[in-house]
Nanobody, 126 residues
Framework: QVQLVESGGGLVQAGGSLRLSCAAS????????MGWFRQAPGKDREFVAA????????YYADSVKGRFTISKDNAKNTEYLQMNSLKPEDTAVYYC????WGWGRTLITVSTYDYWGQGTQVTVSS
């Protein structure tokens, strides 16, 4: 069982930056693909970014491409999401997720992931 704990959320003005972290309990973290999703009130959970276990394959939602950067530090069992040029529409609860067998474009799908964190709130004021 992999436990994921997010941190780094908060309140920021439009145009600002935040870095989210996701710490994993599993020592074999390196073999998992990792993703970030978000969910705004009244909306479905949506894909934000994902990275393959090797760190080579990276995917972004069109809405965040060029502003957000996903990375993975296997030595620290931690995943990151650097968010720059934040917009009010980025406001949501952000979740990290881990997938043991996901690959390629399957990583943009919620059902691909086996484990989820509890979420961290990101609020962007205009």
């Amino acid at each position: 069982q992999v436990q994921l704990v997010e941190s780094g959320g908060g309140l920021v003005q439009a145009g600002g930056s935040l870095r989210l972290s996701c710490a994993a309990s599993e020592r074999t973290f390196s073999v998992y693909a990792m993703g970030w999703f978000r969910q705004a009130p009244g909306k479905d959970r949506e894909f934000v970014a994902a990275i393959r276990w090797s760190g080579v394959g990276i995917y972004y939602a069109d809405s965040v491409k060029g502003r957000f950067t996903i990375s993975k530090d296997n030595a620290k069992n931690t995943e990151y999401l650097q968010m720059n040029s934040l917009k009010p529409e980025d406001t949501a609860v952000y979740y990290c997720a881990a997938s043991r067998w996901g690959w390629g474009r399957t990583l943009i799908t919620v059902s691909t992931y086996d484990y989820w964190g509890q979420g961290t709130q990101v609020t962007v004021s205009s």
